[in-house]
């Protein structure tokens, strides 16, 4: 169930760097007009939350991005009648490593990536189940993006 649920993430994620690498490209010419990555970052969550209004996944009933003082997070409530938060917990480990080579390593995400460093923030992986409230992260620090 856990490796399902983990592919279907990597195809969230994969989603979200389609929709980021559009962002992203705008917002990095926007840093250099405006010298501030900090602000950049923030539009650019903002023009990605915009493009996943209405998006669907199995297992998952809501998600977004958002940014905060230390990271950029990418926001899951997990539908609990479709997936164990217990099994997927379990699992982080491994999930980290499939997001980290899949997702935050492909070409297409660098410049998303490089927007995240250079506002001295890393990246977190927030999963809260919508029944137990119970919930897990999965965390990049900035030195290892």
Do not use: W
Not at 1 to 14: D, E, G, L, R, V
Not at 52 to 66: F, H, R, T, Y
Not at 82 to 109: F, G, N, R, T
């Amino acid at each position: 169930m856990h490796s399902t649920f983990t592919n279907q993430i990597i195809f969230f994620m994969k989603l979200i760097r389609y929709v980021a690498f559009v962002a992203v490209a705008v917002m990095m010419a926007m840093t250099t007009a405006c010298g501030s990555s900090d602000k950049a970052l923030d539009l650019a969550v903002e023009e990605i939350n915009k493009q996943l209004e209405g998006q669907k996944m199995p297992g998952i009933e809501k998600m977004s991005l958002s940014a905060d003082e230390g990271y950029i997070v990418y926001n899951y409530v997990v539908d609990e009648d479709q997936a164990d938060l217990s099994v997927m917990k379990e699992s982080a480990a491994e999930q980290k490593a499939q997001v980290k080579a899949q997702v935050i390593s492909a070409p297409a995400q660098q410049k998303f990536v490089q927007l995240v460093k250079l506002s001295d923030r890393g990246i977190k992986f927030s999963y809260k189940g919508n029944k137990s409230g119970d919930s897990y992260e999965i965390v990049f620090e900035n030195d290892e993006l």
